[in-house]
């Protein structure tokens, strides 16, 4: 990868959207996952690529692109908000990127996230880039307040300006085995979504089983999700490599039958740079270069920025600045 590599659209203009399918239970009886083969699997990629040092800097600075600048605390504000939309609209500093030679390619991450009631703040603060915000609007982390009221949110999420939006499903439905339950409200909330591009969260650190995990992931693709994505980083278990697995494989299989590509977002404690390079490393060997693309893949993230211009800083100076110089908000 050269660090021009790193000049990808916000969004491919061919991309097709998934029109969503027909709930097909005979397509889940198929799904099985092999905890122990996927551990093992696991266990390979972050050993077998090795990034030599010139190269880090490029994946650093395409891994940007793939992050979802991430808020989502009990005691967010609107000053809050706009600090972090001022660090997505200029990710990295100047001086870095100079020295990296890259300062013209206008790179930025691939949203903003947060809460329903700052996405005006967030849409105001982003004015004039094109970079979206996105909103968990559905209950988030629980996604257990009533349907009525998850889908009205969804809604005022768009009305305000959220271009994508993360929802959570209900992880009893999956432990119950209910699909047909879990197929009809992601299908109601993509329906509410209109143009918006929906993201599932899973919560995958609360389905018991990577085949549940599977499972799920199947059902969402079925009812229209443009990505499915592990938790809500409120799980005692969030993202992880072998979930992951679990989860792309079973976009691998719906692009083969259907044709239609999934986008695939790991969220929750996902801090380091050099973990960053280990789930791009993952997407190009199980789904190939295109899953890495910010219109495929995202991380939801909120501190990963912060490790990642701290590498960078290294990478030019040969020095690392204390954590305090590089605050995201
Ligand atoms: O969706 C994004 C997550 O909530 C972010 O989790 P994090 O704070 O562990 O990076």
Known sequence: ?????????????????????????GWLRHVRMNRSAL???????GTRRSVKKQWQAAWLLHAITNIDLTTLNGDDSKGRVERLCAKARQPIRTDILKALGVEDLGITPGAVCVYHNFVADAVAALG?????VAA?????PAGLTPLDTRIAEIEASVKAGAKEIDIVIERHQVLTQDWQ?????????????????????????????QTNVAKASMVCMMAGADFIKTSTGKEKVNADLVTSLSMIRMIRWFHEETGIEIGYKPAGGISKAKDAITYLAMMKDELGNKWLSPHLFRFGASSLLN?????????????????YRQPLV
């Open 1 to 25: 990868m050269s660090l021009k590599a790193v000049e990808m659209p916000h969004a491919a203009e061919e991309h097709k959207r998934n029109p969503g399918f027909d709930l097909d239970l």
């Open 39 to 45: 551990e093992r699997r696991a266990a390979t990629i």
């Open 128 to 132: 004039g880039t094109n970079i979206p």
């Open 136 to 140: 968990v609007s559905t209950g988030f």
């Open 181 to 209: 339950g879990l197929y009809d409200q992601v299908k109601a909330f993509r329906a509410a979504c209109g143009d918006a591009h929906l993201k599932t969260i899973l919560g995958t650190g609360e389905l018991a089983t």
């Open 307 to 323: 490790d990642i211009e701290r590498q960078l800083e290294h990478n030019v100076t040969g020095r690392y600045a204390a954590d």
